[in-house]
């Protein structure tokens, strides 16, 4: 059970841009009625978590609940990356991405449904890989995570990044209509594919959709490079009342909106979500490293990626300032 009492409570705030939930990399976080609720990837990658609390800040105070552990063999075995936990279609639902023992780079998205109407207390059914729309040869077939979904004018869906080509591959985002949880209705669109420098790192990569709607306009987020220093956050957006499967209709900034700050001893910021805070300020979650230094081979193994926050303000042209 969550925790009660001054963890419930409590309403100090965080200094902002300083490390709010050690070692959760991919943070996501939901406010729902009187619940705020947190999930990240953890540094075993071995399971999904989440915890809750009545406010904000009290999240960092929460007890971590697991809700699902990695097989022992065959999918779902190695690799659970990004959880986020979403209410779509009457349902509460998970999306994670994960690997197999024998591979664990053939990583797919999931998606695992609750059973009851509450997250944290009832029980959820196991994950299920999820689906192309019928006419879709292409979706999931590679490589593929980082699902995010969202509702507009009545339908849902997903945005999600996949690799293509050969060699390292190059990672993009596409975007569907969903026709379920866990199918989509229409088949993939691009969204944006590693254009610019700041989206070639080790590895060229778009990855990490975020959405946020204000001021008539869908602002969509994203990650962008290897997950070392020089991850950093793009920024796409469409107005509300353009078609959102049309790729020409998106506009993507030029520059990252987020990216590593030194002087605030900031590495490698990216991943991020959106909420509210009790105030109703917009709230951006992310993760971030501490150090430029890294002690693992592979930056994915270390586990100084902790998840931070800081307010949203907005420009006199309707846009986010970062």
Not at 34 to 62: G, K, N, Q
Not at 116 to 122: E, F, L, N
Not at 191 to 216: C, M, Q
Request: glycine residues 6%; negative net charge; charged residues 30%.
């Amino acid at each position: 059970m969550t925790k009660v009492g001054p963890a419930e409570e409590k309403r100090e705030v965080f200094p902002e841009n300083e490390v709010w939930i050690p070692n959760r990399a991919d943070p996501y976080v939901l406010k729902s009625g009187e619940w705020y609720y947190f999930t990240a990837s953890v540094p075993a990658f071995d399971r999904i978590v989440l915890r809750r609390a009545r406010a904000f800040t009290a999240l960092s105070e929460a007890e971590e609940k697991t809700l699902f552990v990695k097989h022992e063999q065959g999918i779902l075995s190695r690799n659970l990356w990004a959880p986020e936990l979403h209410y779509l279609f009457g349902t509460w639902c998970f999306y994670f991405a994960a690997g197999e023992q024998d591979d664990e780079w053939k990583i797919r998205p999931y998606c695992m449904k609750c059973r009851g109407q509450d997250p944290y207390t009832d029980p959820w059914e196991e994950p299920v890989p999820m689906k192309a729309a019928d006419s879709d040869e292409y979706s999931f077939q590679a490589f593929s995570l980082d699902a995010t979904v969202f509702s507009h004018r009545g339908e849902q869906y997903m945005v999600w990044a996949e690799k293509v080509s050969v060699g390292k591959q190059i990672s993009n985002l596409y975007i569907a209509k969903m026709e379920s949880p866990e199918k989509l209705a229409t088949e993939q669109v691009l969204l944006t594919t590693p254009d610019y420098s700041w989206e070639r790192g080790a590895f060229w990569v778009d990855e990490g959709p975020a959405v946020i709607k204000r001021n008539h306009r869908i602002f969509l987020t994203f990650s962008a490079s290897d997950t070392g220093p020089s991850y950093c956050v793009g920024l796409m957006s469409v107005p509300e009342d353009a078609d959102i499967l049309d790729p020409r209709a998106w506009k993507k900034e030029r520059w990252p909106v987020l990216k590593s700050e030194p002087e605030k001893g900031i590495y490698g910021p990216g991943h991020n979500s959106f909420t509210e805070d009790e105030e109703g300020n917009d709230i951006l979650v992310f993760h971030a490293r501490t150090t430029d230094r890294i002690v693992t081979d592979d930056p994915l193994d270390d586990p100084g990626r902790h998840a931070m926050f800081r307010k949203i303000s907005w420009g006199i042209d309707g846009y986010p300032v970062f």
